[in-house]
């Protein structure tokens, strides 16, 4: 008998185990999925308008507690809670593509460019933009924001690079989107090469003003506000560690309208921009070590 109920506490053992393993799979195949999803560009069937558009978004835009985009208060910022570096190598070059959403242009760009903060390493697959910028820096946008959207190789989880675009001088990672971009909403380029300094335009220049007024070299370029929240456009899976840079990159501001005019498909100046979303307790952790680049100039 006794040896009987033995049995039966192993079954029942590997019976847990057995359940274990599924929920933990199929929570990571939901993760997947929504990472995917994001990767692959924004969803269909939402748009900016004002009957339709963000009030009318529902689902986990509606009810999540960690949504984007917020705004980040540098009033806060005495204390830097990561202390981790963001670095970033984009040198890869070949192979990207760039998707008409219906909602912007996004360019799928090619492997083998990373970001790594602390001992993470994320690879960058693709970026978009939004205008005006979706974060604020203590209640304030830029005329636009750039997304540099990163997955981690081996969970598949997102950390996202928010990067304020200030009228200045042209981006020709912006310049890239906007020239290659086909006509139809949902068709995809034939993949091109970028020019050497595409994506490193999309970062703060060599040498970048703050918020604060304080002037940075390349060497101190990448200081950083990070908290944890979702993606900013439906289905606004709460899945994305957020990284928006303090320091801005430029763009012009015939860009800025070639965009507009882009979301009004030539017609009208357009936006798209997601609503600031409430904060629900979250912190954020602030970070003024030096980050590093080795991109092509």
Known sequence: QQQQQQQQQQASQRF???????????????MCACCQEAIAGEGAGFTYG?????????????????QSPVNITRARAGSFGLRNKLSVDYNALSGSTV??????????VGKG???EVGETKWQLVQYHFHTPSEHAIDGRRAPMEV????QDPATGKLAVVGVMLEVGPPSRGLQH??????????AISAPADLEPDALSS????????????NTFTRQFPLAFTHYQGSLTTPPCSEVVQWFVLNAPATVAAYQVLNFQRLLGFGMTLDTNSRPLQPLQGRGFDYEGLAGTIASKQ
């Open 16 to 30: 847990v185990g057995s359940s274990r393993r599924s929920v933990l799979g199929l929570t990571a195949m939901a």
């Open 50 to 66: 004002e009957q339709d558009g963000p009030p009318a978004w529902g689902a986990t835009c509606a009810t999540g507690l960690q």
């Open 99 to 108: 998707s008409n959403t219906g909602h912007g242009a996004q360019v799928n």
């Open 113 to 115: 460019n990373f970001m």
């Open 147 to 150: 997304h540099l959207v990163h």
């Open 177 to 186: 989107a906007l020239t290659v971009v086909p006509e139809e909403p949902g």
């Open 202 to 213: 999309l970062l703060p220049p060599a040498i970048a003003t703050d918020v604060y007024g």
